[in-house]
């Protein structure tokens, strides 16, 4: 081909274009575009500023539901704008106008739609790169018609193992489905439990089942789309059912002991979130979260020890705090035998009653306050001992047992009296 006739071809389709571009109907589609964005707009921000709920910016400590509501809030402008557009599209099909250009600014008004939806929806960073680069392209050939070119051209690339028939399209369906299943199951679980544990005419054992349940369900609706997307018929699971049985009767015995395990604990109501429990082997923490399979238990120490479940049922649990969260503790101290016992005694249930977490005052029932009564006769003093009754355990940032033995130590020095120490008399016999 010849330069005068790439130069003819170019003038003439440049010709085209400028006419085109000048010609009433193309203008009139940009005017009709410029309208659709403007009543877009007013019409979100309308909708945003008279529903709260969909324009509270979220902070780190907003609820699930209320951060939701705000990045819906987001893509209502886009989504009125295309909800526009095809209504002007279909419009102009009617009265016999070709709306290149309206579909255009549809497919475009799509794309960032979506891509509006990933950036306010999607935290996995990973998922949403995968969504932009490959959802997002997908969309695009489905909008122009060429996905299906794609997907004979994706077919027509397989092998054949045996039976089996796999292709790069069955393949590329099962991941792009999978990672979609995958999200989507993972932040309906994360909002699903947080709407249960933010109901507050439940309490805690009930929202804990209702959590536990959900995120069963919604396991096994992820598991058996993902089985249709994979194109295994979903009637054949039933000639498995047998197995299935005998495999959680051997092999799978002690996670499906742990599930139900989990579901008695939190039916019956003997352990709660929050209690302080101590094992049969001397593990002790704050229940902090129930699992499918185990419970994690927060000591001190900050250690995190993951109980399954079946031992809480199969060994002896103490819960410290299953029924009342006040506890009785008491500290042991000695005095020499010249001390005016009944003097100090006294004394001392003054200096405890003083600390800040012990429960003492009028309104107290007697036997909750402080007491200090003789425990033995030692060999170098009266052993003695102080019982107080406080809320929570004496333990970790709780602690008093230790601000209390210096409460006595420094009441016994202040008013003379003394801590004995062993001593000895020894004789010597001269023979």
């Known amino acids: 081909m010849s330069l005068d006739t790439l130069n003819l071809v170019w003038q003439e389709a440049l010709g085209k274009t400028l006419a085109a571009l000048t010609s009433p109907a193309f203008l009139l589609q940009l005017v009709i575009i410029a309208v659709i964005y403007l009543i877009g707009l007013i019409t979100a921000t309308q909708v945003r500023r008279r529903i ?14 209320t951060w939701f509501g705000f990045q819906l809030g987001r893509t209502l402008f886009p989504l009125f704008t295309i909800i526009l ?7 102009g099909t009617q009265f016999q106008l070709d709306p290149w250009l309206l579909d255009v600014a549809l497919i475009v008004a799509v794309l960032l739609f979506l891509n509006s939806c990933i950036n306010g929806f999607v935290r996995n960073r990973a998922v949403a790169i995968f969504m932009r680069y490959v959802g997002l392209p997908i969309v695009f050939a489905h909008l122009i018609g060429m996905l299906p ?28 489905f999978g990672v979609l299943l995958f999200w989507l199951g993972r932040t309906s679980n994360t909002m699903g439990q947080d709407i249960i544990r933010n109901r507050r005419d439940l309490d805690i054992t009930t929202k804990e089942v209702f959590a536990k349940l959900f995120e ?5 609706v992820i598991v058996l789309l993902l089985l249709n997307v994979m194109g295994i018929n979903l009637t054949a699971l039933a000639v498995f059912g047998g197995a299935l049985g ?13 599930f139900i395990s989990g579901i008695i604990i939190l039916l019956d109501r003997s352990l709660t979130v929050g209690d302080y429990v101590e094992l049969e082997d001397g593990a002790k923490g704050f229940v902090r979260e129930f699992k499918m399979r185990y419970a994690v238990l927060e000591t001190y120490d900050g250690k995190d020890i993951l109980v399954p479940n079946e031992k809480f049922i199969s060994s002896l649990l103490v819960n410290w705090t299953h029924k009342d969260p006040k506890q009785r503790y008491r500290i042991d101290f000695s005095v020499a035998y010249q001390t005016d016992i009944r003097a100090m005694v006294e004394i001392i249930k003054a200096a405890i009653a003083e600390h800040p977490q012990v429960l003492s005052g009028d309104d107290i029932p007697i036997e909750e306050r402080p007491d200090c009564e003789i425990d033995s006769f030692g060999d170098s003093g009266v052993n003695m001992f102080v019982e107080f009754w406080m809320e929570g355990i004496d333990d970790g940032k709780n602690r008093v047992g230790g601000d209390l033995l210096l409460t006595v130590f420094e009441t016994l020095r202040a008013h003379d009296i003394q801590i004995p120490f062993p001593q000895r008399e ?6």
């Open 216 to 220: 069963v369900t919604l396991f096994c």
């Open 149 to 176: 070119v794609i997907i004979k051209t994706l077919e027509a690339i397989s092998i054949s193992v045996g039976n089996v028939d796999v292709s790069a399209y069955g393949i590329t369906r099962v991941i792009v």
């Open 52 to 65: 709260p709920f969909l324009h509270h910016p979220p902070t780190s400590a907003t609820h699930s539901v």
């Open 246 to 258: 005998v495999g959680l009767g051997l092999g799978l015995q002690t996670i499906a002991s742990n």
């Open 85 to 91: 557009l095809k209504f002007s599209t279909t419009l």
């Open 426 to 431: 020894v004789r010597i016999i001269e023979k």
